[in-house]
């Protein structure tokens, strides 16, 4: 039919159509070629940046590290040890080194390169210690720091560098009421991080309760969403651009003061109160004054939330996934699975629900079923850098 369709036409219309075309097929197909190649990147890139993070931080322990402890007074020994990804280097000290202070100069010193301690083993009856470190959440290896007195070479055990990726759960909106779900979610035998409103008849109860169910507690804290026009019942908590330094210091206070079990804070709402990078600067200098945390519930792609607070030295995370935006038990089953997949591949996940009786029941049935078993459960203090 389109043979007779062209013959009908003029012979140069005809011509300059099947050229059209082939110039259409030959778009598509290219933008075919890009879009998987864009496809190809977006899971290569990930997988690539891990390794390039593995590579980095073995490279700066060394040379950097290995040349400052060196430096320092202590010795290299040859180390024997199972191959692995990871790199284990070993020194003696002299006799009298005070290891602790030593110690905490290492620390020190490594967090300056952006490294992070996650253990230390004492080891040789207290004489010496073994320290666990990673590089922008990837376990990079460990350093031995031995009494001199010990004979080289050394065997070092390595079982603990092939440590578990960490998964955070913080659980929203308690403090509205006390029934089933939220005792259901106290009693869970799991660390979960319970996330406080301020302000409602329940959070001081709730507060309590959770630290002594061995809980962590945090604050939910409400900030301003893009529609402020909302009456959300929490306004004398609330940060908003409207306020000043000194308003924004008294309600962050009086959050304090009444949930003082909280390590941390959490924003409950504020797609537009993270985006404001001076509204949050006093947040984060109120809790970095409290020793406190901050973890970016990460509700506008605009929040320069976790940036302030890496820069002004409080530690902080940014939510990963959230687990139950659709309150539907296999949606919810999907989100944890996500959550973990990206724990596996980057080392740690921050996952965040509500107090919803589907969520409670999907984190039990993970609970007993073992499937959470090749992750560590961890606070929310103990996923922040």
Known sequence: M????????????????????????????????????????????PAEQEDLDLRRGKYILNTEIKKLLIRTGLKEMRVHYIPSRQISLAFSYPADTDLQALLDYLAKELKTREFTVYGTDSVHDGEGAVVFVEYHNRAVGMLSILPAELDEPIAVNQARIQRKPKLVIIIDDFGYS??????????????????????????????????????????????????FRKNHGEEQFLIHSGLGPYEINQRVLAAIMELPEAKGMNNHMGSRATADAELMSTVIRNLKEKGMYFIDSLTSAQSVAFEIARENGVPAAVRTVFLDNQRDKSEILAQFEKALTIARKRGKAVAIGHVYPQTLEVLRYLLSSGKLADVDLVFASEGVS
């Open 178 to 227: 006390n029934n089933g779900t939220v005792n259901g979610f106290m009693k869970l035998e799991a660390p979960l991080t319970v996330s406080i409103i301020p302000g409602h008849r329940f959070s001081r109860w709730a507060s309590a309760t959770a630290q002594a169910a061995g809980k962590e507690v945090m604050i939910h804290m409400p900030m301003e969403p893009e529609d």
């Open 2 to 45: 389109r043979s007779i369709r062209y013959l009908q036409k003029p012979f140069g219309i005809v011509l300059r159509r099947i050229r059209d075309e082939k110039r259409l097929r030959i778009i598509f197909i290219s933008l075919l070629g890009v879009l998987l190649l864009l496809v190809a990147l977006a899971i290569w890139y």
